[in-house]
């Protein structure tokens, strides 16, 4: 159901509001590019500051222009089940082609706290749900075992965006779960993990590169392995350098040194460091993108 490209696109903010013209424009800059559907209201897209009404808002936002173009997978996730419950019923409503839920931050729950939150979102609506796996951000991994417990018991949960960094886990996973739709929720994991069976990738770097991720996920899925593997390497720096500070400082200021959007983020994020900065525009120059 979700394979290949996946943009985690970013949320642009003029005057400390959302900035729908240049959204636009970025969601028809991915279409145009190939690729296979937007991830509106993730990291990426700021979704810790976005207020209730701008949520529902991007993602509505995020669907209309996708005009059926391309699919939108919203990211519904909370530390709060009743809020991402409501979320994703939203994300429903609106038209989604499926949730993306993030496992509860903050909270630590345990690994049954966890299949109790995932399935009480499942069994509630009936939608294609996606679960983000990212101890790094929240503080708690889903273990392979609490997700084949899932899959076996809600048929909407489909599939898992990894981003434990751990290609152990992404086979485990994929062995215990050999029908789940697994993306890389790392940009420069994205060949390795789809060696071990992965279906493509939420991208981070392909808000300003969609067509070359595009070509590397296309190239590997075709069997030519050495262009693949060539696309990674070419892609390798130029990834690196949008997790130079937190994410998704990098990858904004990039886009808004394209002209993409206004380099306007919302407190926490803030500007980045003038060092990293000028790491961030070579990487952007050797890559020839300015």
């Known amino acids: 159901m979700f394979s290949g490209v996946y943009t985690a696109i970013i949320t642009p903010f003029k005057n400390d509001k959302v900035d729908y013209d240049a959204f636009g424009a ?46 939108v997978l919203a990211g519904t996730g909370s530390n709060s089940t009743d809020e991402a419950i409501h979320f994703t019923q939203f994300a429903k409503k609106a038209g989604c082609d499926g949730a993306l839920v993030v496992s509860p931050y903050y ?5 049954k706290g966890l299949y109790l939150h995932f399935k009480k979102i499942a069994d509630t609506v009936d939608i294609p749900i996606v679960i ?13 075992a ?36 697994m993306l890389s929720g790392d940009d420069a994991l994205t060949l390795p993990l789809m060696s071990v069976g992965g279906k493509g990738i939420i991208s981070v770097v392909s808000n300003i590169v969609p067509s070359e991720v595009v070509a590397l996920v296309k190239a590997f899925e075709k069997g030519d392995i050495k262009e693949a593997i060539r696309m990674h390497y070419k892609l390798f720096p130029l990834v690196k350098a949008m997790f130079i500070e ?26 980045m460091e003038e060092a990293n900065k000028s790491k961030l525009e070579k990487a952007m120059k050797d890559f020839g993108l300015i």
């Open 26 to 71: 970025l969601i028809e800059n991915q279409c145009k590019n190939g690729v296979d559907g937007i991830v509106p209201c993730g990291t990426t897209g700021e979704s810790p500051t976005l207020s209730y009404e701008e949520h529902e808002e991007v993602i509505e936002f995020a669907v209309k222009t996708a005009k059926g173009r391309m699919k």
């Open 146 to 181: 609490t997700l084949e417990k899932l899959c076996k018991e809600c048929k909407n949960i489909v599939g898992v965006k990894e981003s434990s960094g751990s290609l152990e886990q992404m086979s485990m996973t994929k062995f215990l779960c050999p029908d789940i739709d």
């Open 246 to 271: 937190t994410n998704p400082i990098p990858v904004k200021t990039a886009a808004s040194i394209l002209g993409m959007c206004a380099p306007e983020l919302r407190l926490p994020m803030c500007e």
């Open 107 to 111: 909270n630590k729950p345990t690994q």
């Open 132 to 144: 983000y796996n990212i101890a790094g951000r929240t503080a708690v991994n889903v273990e392979p």
